[in-house]
Each structure stands twice: as structure tokens, then as C-alpha cells.
């Protein structure tokens, strides 16, 4: 990987992107410690430390800790992803969303555009359910209209901005612009782990010293298990058959389709976060329900400390996994474009055998790499259950562990792919 980084800085337009990524990373962190008016700073760090372990502290971890501070970015990159699970998932469903996506460049310009629209709704709406939370809390030092539509236009611009600075990561940078945006607010906490990491071990205590070792160890073992799954993949046998052309002949060379277990990357993950957390976010608009009642018993089942958000977080993974999957990996064309080439797979028929066949193998790889993805982010959860909340911090961290290695291996890759199309004698070598 450092390799791919190095050689990718010696070329000039890779260094642009990489440098223009970088400068917009900034940008966003700029925007995290932006403060919004009208907002009592002591009460809502008072407010925010009581939600240690809870839907709020993943919120927080998405936003780069803007969330708990209220600041212009506090929405994340949240709108963003919802939306175009939206739009996706409309795809599907209105065929003359499915005919403008099937219409190249300029129908995936058009489905871009109603998903900026979308995004907008969604960070507005958001945005008003976030002013609810604070408002209902008494974090504020003025309720009047004015400083409502003030703060929830900063908020929905600043979900705007986001989107906006995740596409001109797309276009100008090294793309992925969602995700590196994920990857920078995950990083930032680095600082505060280390602390917390630290204190552990100079407590003194056995007990601390065997939390952070085992922390250490588990935390080394999910690394090295996730770049496994990442680097797994299960190769079919592709044949071409010879022909003539002219008085050369073509073809007759041996190949391999490869089906990668973690296709899908870190998006099953985001997608299953992000509905998971509709709940939460839905319960901004009211004032907390009384203790014992039905709402606080149904937000209950949302919680980072209840077996039910364990197990839904788990099937809901399997579920984005095949989605995406269906998405991205179109096996009918693929044995199309075998069967145009003259190539096919040994004992398989072409056309719609191999298409099946092709399916029926991805189906397998796909709930193999997703129940890894699951076990991954759901573990953590388990611990904390157990441990009564205690270890509050860990609730999440299977999520961002994955999230990080996913986006770093994800970005390897395609500047390794950038490099091949380019060339590049140093890299091919």
C-alpha cells in the first residue's frame, strides 16, 4: 500500500488529486469546529457525555465529533448516504428511474442531480429534528423563530456543503469521496483512543493493563482478518475458443473471472447503519418519553446496548450486502459478453447456464463475505451487552475498523488501477 503511494506521488496528475483530497479534507475539518449560534456549549458537552455507548455516540463517530458539538457539519455525510439509498432503491422500483439509469452518462447526470435534490430534503428535515433535540434538552439560549430558522438552515447547508465536497472528490480527486470523508472523521478520534489507550496502561491496575492488551490484540486480529476477506476471491476458469481471422488466429487462451468475498467494500455496512439509526433520528422531532412507556421501550430496541439493534444491525448487513451486490455485478451481462467473445466456462454451457452459474456462485460468496462483515461490527456490540455498557467506547468499533481498512484497501485499488491505465513503468514492474 505504501508502495501504491509512493509511486502514485510520482506522477503529477495523481499528486494533483491526492493533494486536492487532502485540501478538501481540510476543508470539511475547517467545518467541523465551525460553531452554530444560540447554543449553550456547557450544557450540550454535559448533555452529549451522558450518551457514551448510545445511536448518538455513531452519529458522532460518522460526523467526526461535530455532532456532539453541534457544529455547521453535525448532519455528516448522513443525508447524503440515505439518499442515495433512496434513489437506488427507487431505481429499482420506478421503471423510468431504472430506463434514465440504463441511459449511460447523461441518465446517471440526471439520477445525480435528483439525489443532490434529495439530499437537500433529507438534510432539511434532519436538520429540524436535530434543532428538536437540543431544543427539547434546554441546550439552548434562545427559542425564538429566528434562531430556529438559523439553525436549521446551517445545518442543511452544511449537509449541502458536505455532498458537495464528497462530489468534487469524485470528479477532481481520487474519488470514493463518501468514503474518505468516513475515513477522516474515523481518524480523528485517533487522538483520543491513544489518550484513553494510554491511560490504561500507566494506570497501574491489572485490571486496566489487561483491557488495553486485549484491546491491542483484538483490535490486531480484526485488522489482519478484514484485509484477508478483502483479498479473497474465488476464481472461475474462463476458456476462449480459437478462431480465424484474416491469417491470424485469435483467441484459444485460458482466463479467470474473478469474484471478490468483499465485493460490495464498506457500503453494506454504511447502509445498514444508516437505516438502523431512522429510528433515533425520527425521535428528534418529539420530547423524550416518559420511563417505562412504550416509545421509550420501542427506542430502547435502538440502542447500541440492546440484543434486538445487534441482531438487526447483523441481517440487515446480509440484506445490503446481496442488494449491492445486484447493483454493481450484473451476471446475465457478464455471460453475455462471454458468450459475444467466444469465451465460456468449462462444462457450462453459454448464455443463460452460465449466467445462472455465475449467479449461483455469487450468491454464496456474497453471504460468506457478508456474514464476515457482520460478525466484524457485531462482536463489539455483543461485548458491550455483556459487559453492561461499560465498554460504551467498543460498541462501535467493528464498524469503524471496517470502515477505515475497507476505504484504504478500496483506495489502494483504484490507484492501482489508475496507475495500470496510465503505464506506469515503476508500478508494473
Not at 487532502?22 to 470539511?28: C, D, E, N, R
Not at 475497507?406 to 513503468?425: F, N
Amino acid at each position: 500500500m505504501f508502495k501504491t503511494l509512493v509511486n502514485a506521488w510520482k506522477v503529477a496528475d495523481l499528486r494533483k488529486k491526492m493533494l486536492f483530497t487532502a485540501l478538501v479534507i481540510v476543508i470539511y475539518r475547517i467545518g467541523v469546529a465551525i460553531p452554530i449560534p444560540y447554543l449553550d456549549s456547557n450544557m450540550l458537552s454535559s448533555y452529549m457525555a451522558l450518551t457514551d455507548g448510545s445511536i448518538f455516540q455513531y452519529l458522532n463517530i460518522l460526523s467526526g465529533d461535530a455532532f456532539s458539538h453541534a457544529t455547521l457539519f453535525a448532519l455528516g455525510v448522513s443525508p447524503y448516504i440515505t439518499a442515495s439509498i433512496v434513489m437506488q432503491l427507487l431505481t429499482i422500483a420506478i421503471p423510468a428511474l431504472e430506463n434514465m439509469a440504463k441511459d449511460g452518462q447523461d441518465g446517471q447526470k440526471k439520477i445525480n442531480q435528483i439525489t443532490r435534490y434529495v439530499t437537500v430534503g433529507l438534510g432539511l428535515i434532519t436538520a429540524f429534528g436535530y434543532y428538536m433535540l437540543l431544543r427539547n434538552n434546554n441546550l439552548l439560549i434562545d427559542n425564538s423563530i429566528f434562531a430556529a430558522a438559523v439553525m436549521i438552515m446551517c445545518y442543511c447547508a452544511g449537509s449541502s456543503l458536505v455532498m458537495w465536497l464528497a462530489e468534487k472528490v469524485n470528479d477532481h480527486g481520487i474519488g470514493n469521496g463518501i468514503s474518505m470523508i468516513l475515513l477522516a472523521n474515523i481518524v480523528s478520534r485517533g487522538p483520543s483512543i491513544l489518550s484513553t489507550f494510554w491511560s490504561y496502561l500507566t494506570s497501574g491496575k491489572a485490571t486496566g493493563i489487561i483491557i488495553a492488551a486485549s484491546t491491542l490484540i483484538i483490535g490486531l486480529a480484526m485488522i489482519v482478518f478484514i484485509v484477508f476477506t478483502n483479498d479473497s476471491e474465488r476464481r472461475l476458469p474462463i476458456q476462449y475458443a480459437k478462431k480465424v481471422v484474416g491469417r491470424k488466429m485469435y483467441g484459444g487462451q485460458n482466463s479467470s473471472l474473478p469474484l471478490k468475498l468483499m465485493m460490495t467494500g464498506v457500503m453494506p455496512i454504511i447502509f445498514a447503519n444508516s437505516i438502523i439509526t431512522i429510528p433515533a433520528t425520527v425521535a428528534l422531532f418529539f420530547p423524550t418519553p416518559a420511563e417505562g412507556s412504550f416509545w421509550d421501550k420501542f427506542l430502547n430496541l435502538f440502542s447500541s446496548g440492546s440484543w434486538f439493534y445487534a441482531v438487526l444491525t447483523f441481517i440487515l448487513i446480509i440484506v445490503f450486502a446481496y442488494f449491492y451486490t445486484s447493483l454493481t455485478f450484473n451476471p446475465i451481462e457478464i455471460a453475455n459478453n462471454l458468450k459475444k467473445n467466444g469465451g465460456s466456462i468449462p462444462g457450462i454451457r453459454p448464455g443463460k447456464p452460465t449466467a445462472d452459474y455465475i449467479t449461483r456462485i455469487l450468491n454464496r460468496i456474497t453471504l460468506l463475505g457478508a456474514l464476515c462483515l457482520g460478525v466484524i461490527a457485531v462482536v463489539p456490540m455483543i461485548a458491550n451487552i455483556i459487559s453492561g455498557g461499560n465498554l460504551g467506547g467498543l460498541a462501535f468499533s467493528g464498524n469503524s475498523i471496517i470502515i477505515v481498512v475497507g476505504v484504504i484497501l478500496e483506495t489502494a485499488r483504484d490507484l492501482e488501477s489508475q496507475l495500470s491505465m496510465r503505464h506506469y513503468k515503476g508500478f508494473l514492474e
